[in-house]
């Protein structure tokens, strides 16, 4: 692109006196650039830019964190050594909600339990599992998988999530947020 | 040449310099980590999927950027040694060969993240059927079609950019993908939100409330790590065809090394926010640097 080789050219000229920094001409050339009686600050397109650009990438964030919030009633605080309840509920498909039981460590920080998830897959796709777990049992001709979640990852949720072959699943958990961000980094239903 | 100089007062703004030592480390660092990820792709079979191959498709753009960055400083320092002169034909096709990697490049990031939103989108709301939306023979054949049209554009692109007709759509193809990539997401988080809200309401369930951030900071992540390191050069792009002699414009010019260092940062951030966070290929990686051969 000559805009790509001028903008070597050019700024590479300031760069270094000898100006063999240049290594293509070809269009246009650049005048002369005065700098005379600038009324703003010369960085300021620089400036403007990049503040620009963080207002934006904070207020989508914003709206985002907007977005997201579940609005469930309050509850209290679950102490780390009860149990928690991990509950997918496959709502067209099954008609009653899989209950699922996931033990967190008690010493873990909130975001960086290791969680346990039931997946349902095929018969075929639990081949392809690594690790495997008991999950509960449902009809006989599902599988549950249970994939554990490292610590800090919710990966693994999505991991385990995008193997459901049916389209309206959610899980939800108690304290780390799983349904959100689980949907961001799916990875396909391994079902074949 | 000599009369630019002289009229460049002290108030000129001095090309920012990034270090050559700076420069390379971070271009090798994001070429070793995405070859890195194609090759766990290709070595573990059970990382044959649709997704992976998005994924690596995501990673080849990324080298390809830092591929580009490296060989530009490389003739450039050739050029400066003497070896390769200034004006030859030669130099110019060469030239010419390797803009149109960076935006081939360039393109190939924005419609790999696109094509990752998709697979993520299919996957949520057609999971039922996503094996027959998204075999892999058709997921090879999108990554096929994808990569000979930024093909074509880049070349198109590269040959004929002094005229503003290709400039203009380049800039706009960018925050048009982004915005598309943003409304597939938000669509899945609605989801989500809408089926956390069902299950919030079961009797049965003990959801803690909290505010998911999450998946907000997650996508924040993504968008915004892409938007930092690419947005600033598609504006210097644009800034040079429509206002060079402009004093505020040739400012902003002036940091364009830096931001060619921001575009081959995202190559290295780019695996941490998304193939890393794969366990199988995490494991994969385990099994090739730790496993005795």
Request: hydrophobic share 45%.
């Amino acid at each position: 692109m000559s805009a790509l080789r001028l903008i070597s050219n050019r700024t590479s000229q300031q760069a270094l006196s000898d100006s063999d920094y240049t290594w293509d001409y070809e269009y246009y050339e650049y005048g002369p650039v005065s700098f005379e009686g600038l009324k703003a600050h010369k960085y300021s397109i620089v400036i403007g830019f990049w503040v620009g650009l963080a207002v934006f990438v904070i207020f989508m964030f914003f709206v985002l964190t907007l977005l997201t919030k579940t609005g469930a009633p309050h509850q209290d605080n679950a102490e780390l050594s009860e149990k928690r309840f991990h509950m997918n509920s496959f709502v067209a498909e099954f008609g009653r909600p899989l209950e699922s039981e996931r033990v967190f460590s008690h010493h873990m920080a909130e975001e960086s339990q290791s969680l346990f998830h039931f997946c349902i897959n095929e018969v075929d796709h639990m081949n392809k599992i690594k690790e495997t777990q008991k999950g509960p049992s449902l009809e006989s001709n599902t599988h549950f998988q249970e994939v554990p979640k490292s610590s800090g990852m919710f990966e693994e949720d999505l991991h385990c999530l995008t193997k459901f072959n049916i389209p309206n699943f959610v899980n939800t958990e108690q304290n780390s947020s799983l349904g959100e961000d689980d949907l961001l980094i799916s990875e396909p239903p391994i079902i074949l | 040449e000599n009369i630019s100089d002289f009229s460049l007062n002290i108030t000129d703004c001095t090309q920012v310099v990034v270090p050559e030592e700076v420069f390379f480390t971070v271009a090798a660092a994001g070429i070793l980590e995405n070859l890195l990820i194609l090759i766990a792709v290709v070595r573990n079979k059970n990382l044959h999927l649709p997704m992976y191959f998005f994924i690596c498709s995501l990673a080849i753009s990324d080298m390809l950027g830092s591929l580009y960055k490296t060989l530009e400083n490389i003739f450039i320092i050739l050029c400066k040694m003497g070896y390769l002169t200034r004006h030859g034909d030669f130099e110019k096709k060469l030239d010419d060969a390797m803009d149109s990697m960076f935006i081939l490049s360039l393109l190939g990031s924005i419609f790999s993240l696109l094509a990752i939103a998709a697979d993520r989108y299919i996957t949520i709301f057609y999971a039922l059927r996503y094996h027959n939306i998204m075999t892999l023979r058709r997921a090879l054949v999108i990554l096929a079609i994808i990569w000979a049209f930024c093909a074509g554009s880049s070349i198109a692109i590269a040959l004929f950019s002094y005229e503003a007709a290709t400039i203009i759509p380049f800039t706009i193809l960018f925050p048009l993908m982004m915005f598309f990539i943003l409304c597939l997401y938000v669509h899945m988080f609605l989801l989500a939100r809408s089926h956390a809200r069902k299950i919030a309401s079961l009797p049965s369930s003990t959801v803690h409330h909290r505010t998911n951030m999450k998946g907000a900071i997650t996508l924040t992540i993504f968008l915004g790590v892409f938007l930092c390191c690419w947005a600033p050069f598609v504006l210097h792009i644009l800034l040079a065809r429509f206002c060079p002699h402009n004093p505020y414009c040739a400012c902003y010019m002036s940091i364009f090394h830096v931001n060619g260092t921001l575009i081959m940062c995202n190559a290295i951030i780019n695996p941490m926010i998304f193939a890393f966070r794969s366990p199988e290929l995490r494991s994969t990686f385990k099994k090739m640097f730790y496993c005795p051969r």
